[in-house]
């Protein structure tokens, strides 16, 4: 793929609407939309299928080869990615497939983790969280675990979204720059983590496991992976709100 003319492809896709012509670009990034959508699985899974998924990433592709700017002096690659993903998360979120209630208690968690860091400057523990959210702990875990599907959404369009809207903007001038430089900044904020929400954080997102087999490879609950989870995403948003605009 690395040889493959992507931006002359579609300047000739251009010039003569040669249905074709597309159809051969979409075929070229056929196993990368594939990719993608195995990469966001767990996001997903439950709600729709990876065929299904797929069909919205190559409707995502015909988009981002008819709106790529060809002057801009980026790899049609790196944006096509972006809006592919973009488009995946945008799908799951309109199936509003998440309880109110998860909602609510997800905005509210996001809120509390905000307001005690704060407070207490650091990363607080779950025992102050449930204080401040007037739970108990168990309570807390209970829904911190229900609501993983949720955290992870809002962390894919944090990541996803928001820097598709940038590059789009025109406020960037070099994106796949960006995009490493932002790589960097999650793998630094990953490294902060603690050891077991690093290990479940690298099993999900980089191994492509699902939460009942990262149990088992840790050796504990799925309900406890989930909580761990959880907590991990809020310390990454946090770390990363600075960075990414909302």
């Known amino acids: 793929m690395a040889e493959y003319d992507a931006i002359g492809a579609i300047r000739q896709y251009?010039?003569?609407?040669?249905?074709?012509?597309?159809?051969?670009?979409?075929?070229?990034?056929l196993e990368m939309i594939?990719?993608?959508?195995?990469?966001?699985?767990?996001v997903y899974i439950k709600y729709a299928s990876t065929d299904d998924i797929i069909?919205?990433?190559?409707?995502?592709?015909?988009?981002?080869?008819?709106?790529f700017d060809l002057e801009r002096g980026v790899k049609f690659e790196t944006y096509a990615n972006i809006k592919v993903r973009g488009a995946i998360v945008d799908f799951v979120r309109r199936q509003d497939w998440i309880p109110r209630q998860v909602r609510h208690f997800g905005r509210e968690l996001d809120r509390a983790y905000?307001?005690?860091?704060?407070?207490?400057?650091?990363?607080?523990?779950?025992?102050?969280?449930?204080?401040?959210?007037?739970?108990?702990?168990?309570?807390?875990?209970?829904?911190?675990a229900e609501s993983a599907g949720a955290v992870t959404l809002s962390f894919e369009e944090l990541l996803y979204e928001d820097n598709f809207d940038i590059m789009e903007s025109g406020e960037l001038a070099d994106t796949a720059m960006y995009e490493a430089e932002l790589k960097q900044m999650i793998a630094k904020a990953i490294e902060e983590l603690s050891p077991k929400a690093r290990q479940v954080v690298?099993?999900?997102?980089?191994?492509k496991l699902?939460?009942?087999?990262?149990?088992?490879?840790?050796?504990?609950?799925?309900?406890?992976?989930?909580?761990?989870?959880?907590?991990?995403?809020?310390?990454?948003k946090h770390k990363l709100e600075g960075y990414v605009r909302n």
């Open 14 to 29: 251009r010039e003569t609407g040669d249905i074709n012509v597309r159809n051969d670009i979409i075929l070229r990034y």
């Open 210 to 236: 699902k939460f009942g087999e990262i149990a088992k490879v840790l050796g504990i609950t799925e309900s406890r992976v989930c909580q761990i989870h959880s907590k991990a995403m809020l310390f990454l």
């Open 114 to 144: 905000n307001e005690l860091f704060t407070k207490l400057g650091r990363h607080p523990k779950n025992a102050e969280l449930a204080e401040h959210l007037g739970l108990s702990r168990e309570k807390l875990e209970k829904q911190m």
């Open 55 to 67: 069909n919205e990433g190559v409707i995502a592709l015909i988009s981002a080869i008819d709106t």
């Open 202 to 207: 690298t099993l999900y997102y980089y191994e």
């Open 34 to 42: 594939r990719l993608i959508a195995l990469s966001l699985r767990n």
